[in-house]
T-cell receptor, first 115, second 114 residues
Framework: EPEVTQTPSHQVTQMGQEVILRCVPI?????FYWYRQILGQKVEFLVS????????KSEIFDDQFSVERPDGSNFTLKIRSTKLEDSAMYFC?????????????FGDGTRLSIL | DAKTTQPPSMDCAEGRAANLPCNHSTISGNEYVYWYRQIHSQGPQYIIHGLKNNETNEMASLIITEDRKSSTLILPHATLRDTAVYYCIVRDTLNTGTASKLTFGTGTRLQVTL
């Protein structure tokens, strides 16, 4: 069964450094998402992406964050200058374009640790 | 999106059916009910979704009441590997913009025991 894959599984970065989290969505999916989960807290929506542009973003997704789909397969989340509070699990998800009720499918996440 | 209410935790004996309830009394006509689960710190796993009819797939069954104000996820023969946090989420599928995200609550922590 096709799945969303994320790399790396664990990223350790010094505060203030830039980090790029990578995702390969399910082939032929058209809608892409990033969520995060701080340890012990709820899964929170960050951003949705469709037709090469952001369709919605949360208050968390400030100017330090950006997303890109550089080619036909990858979907990336960049944090420009990381802060301690960015430490979390980051999940990528994708959804088929055939019907708005189609479910989102998630990857297993990247654990981001900011030192 | 309509808000959902789930019990914080439930126990189930292995081999028995696990019935996880969800209340969504403010659900509107365009909103689907989705169930996901999260095993430990893995990514949320899609289980099943429905609008008003009962649904069944290889993982579970979804029973939605006639007034659509509540639903029950049924795992017919729970195993230890079904121990997870289960999320019931209601999502508007009519609008493509702000309504496309999923809003997770705290879910129900299901513990399957021997």
């Amino acid at each position: 069964e096709p799945e969303v894959t994320q790399t790396p599984s664990h990223q350790v970065t010094q505060m203030g450094q830039e980090v790029i989290l990578r995702c390969v969505p399910i082939s032929n999916h058209l809608y892409f998402y990033w969520y995060r989960q701080i340890l012990g807290q709820k899964v929170e929506f960050l951003v949705s992406f469709y037709n090469n542009e952001i369709s919605e973003k949360s208050e968390i997704f400030d100017d330090q964050f950006s997303v890109e789909r550089p080619d036909g397969s990858n979907f990336t989340l960049k944090i420009r200058s990381t802060k301690l509070e960015d430490s979390a699990m980051y999940f990528c998800a994708s959804r088929a374009g055939t019907g708005f009720h189609q479910p989102q499918h998630f990857g297993d996440g990247t654990r981001l640790s900011i030192l | 999106d309509a808000k959902t209410t789930q019990p914080p935790s439930m126990d189930c004996a292995e081999g028995r059916a696990a019935n996880l309830p969800c209340n969504h009394s403010t659900i509107s006509g365009n909103e689907y009910v989705y169930w996901y689960r999260q095993i430990h710190s893995q990514g949320p796993q899609y289980i099943i979704h429905g609008l008003k009819n009962n649904e069944t797939n290889e993982m579970a069954s979804l029973i939605i009441t006639e007034d659509r104000k509540s639903s029950t996820l049924i795992l017919p023969h729970a195993t230890l590997r079904d121990t997870a946090v289960y999320y019931c989420i209601v999502r508007d599928t009519l609008n493509t913009g702000t309504a496309s995200k999923l809003t997770f609550g705290t879910g129900t922590r299901l513990q399957v025991t021997l």
